[in-house]
């Protein structure tokens, strides 16, 4: 996948992004559903003068879940500390962070999923009662001393949420489930961020973009930037043209889809058949993560009806077999 089209962020654009994320749940473009159900939540905890319940955030990449934790801790007036799941290694990584929150603190917990099992039962327990159990010494002379904490909430975002043990995914009180976002909403937010950024861009060229960004925000931001740097070094206005010229650059195709998603939707029809494919077997095939085929390319394919799951494998759907433009056996 290109850099361009990958729904992660990478650490050049960290500066890019904090700029453009917004600030409050009105500006926050899209999601409706989960923006009222975090705004009763939050005026519900704020009117009763209390910690709201802690907030699951679901979704692939580049939707929106940092930003909305960073949203939860603005709007409650607190502030919010950062962390992830791979940067938890030991249940004493997580006590750490936990003993040094401060009252109503909110918690931002990435890839919350991929925290060390240890650390997880020390969570339930915090989550529950603001307490942790510290483990001193060893064997048979160990001890544990309860240690108070102080009131948080926890912000967790997963791009897997059927990997969350289930005692972890219960004590969170409310799951949002971020969706895909469609053309209108993506226009909304490239005209956002193209007035945030002062760069003068033509309807014709903010719906362009719109329909390349995979449904993700984080994408559409990234095209907008190519297009900009290109109407820089070109000296050319940003209209339609200059951005197909600058799209055309990135092997991005008219539907969004770049050269992974091609690679896996045929090896779906060309070496399997048509499937059905275990997710393992797909990934091997086409030299990328289990994760990123799983996260990032399989929810986009889904989305727009080209390949299907079932419980024994993907498959692709006729339209996925026309789009590869190999004909379909008669028995489909
Ligand atoms: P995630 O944590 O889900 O990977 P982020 O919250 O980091 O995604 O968002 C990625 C980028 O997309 C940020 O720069 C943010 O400004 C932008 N973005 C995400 N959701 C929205 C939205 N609903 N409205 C406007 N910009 C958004």
């Known amino acids: ?18 700029a453009l994320r917004p600030a409050s749940l009105e500006e926050f473009v899209g999601q409706t559903k989960v923006r009222g159900q975090l705004r ?3 005026d519900a905890a704020t009117m009763q003068q209390r910690t709201p319940d802690h907030i699951l955030l679901a979704g692939p990449p580049g939707l929106g879940k940092t930003t909305l934790s960073m949203i939860v801790a603005t709007e409650l007036g607190k502030p919010l500390h950062q962390t992830s799941g791979p940067a ?22 990435d890839e919350i999923h991929r925290m060390a099992r240890s650390a997880e039962e020390m969570l339930y327990l915090a989550m529950e009662d603001f307490r942790i159990d510290i483990m001193v010494g060893k064997g048979a002379g160990a001890t544990s001393i309860p240690l108070e904490l102080a009131p948080f909430t926890l912000v967790g975002a997963t791009t897997r949420s059927g990997l969350l043990p289930n005692p972890l995914r219960d004590r969170f009180g409310f799951t949002a489930h971020l969706e895909f976002y469609d053309d209108g909403e993506l226009a909304q937010v490239v005209s956002r961020a193209a007035a945030l950024i002062d760069f003068g861009i033509a309807a014709a060229g903010v719906s362009e973009i719109a329909s390349r960004s995979r449904g993700t925000p984080r994408i559409a931001n990234r095209l907008l930037r190519r297009v900009r740097d290109y109407s820089l070094v070109h000296g050319v206005p940003g209209d339609e043209d200059t951005v197909h010229r600058a799209l055309s650059l990135y092997d991005v195709d008219a539907h969004g889809l770049d050269r992974l998603d091609r690679e896996v939707l045929r090896a779906v029809v060309e070496r399997f058949g048509g499937g059905p494919v275990g997710l393992s077997t797909l990934a091997v095939s086409v030299g990328e993560e289990a994760e990123t085929i799983e996260a990032v390319v399989e929810p986009f394919l889904v989305r727009t009806g080209l390949l299907s799951r079932t419980p024994r494998g993907r498959v692709a759907t006729r339209r996925g077999w026309e789009y590869t433009g190999i004909p379909l056996p008669d028995a489909l």
Not at 1 to 18: A, C, I, Q, W, Y
């Open 1 to 18: 996948m290109t850099d361009e089209l990958s729904p992660r962020v990478s650490p050049n654009e960290l500066g890019f992004e904090g």
């Open 40 to 42: 009763l939540l939050l």
């Open 88 to 109: 938890i290694q030991h249940a004493g990584d997580l006590a750490a962070v936990l003993s040094a929150l401060t009252p109503g603190e909110v918690l931002f917990i």
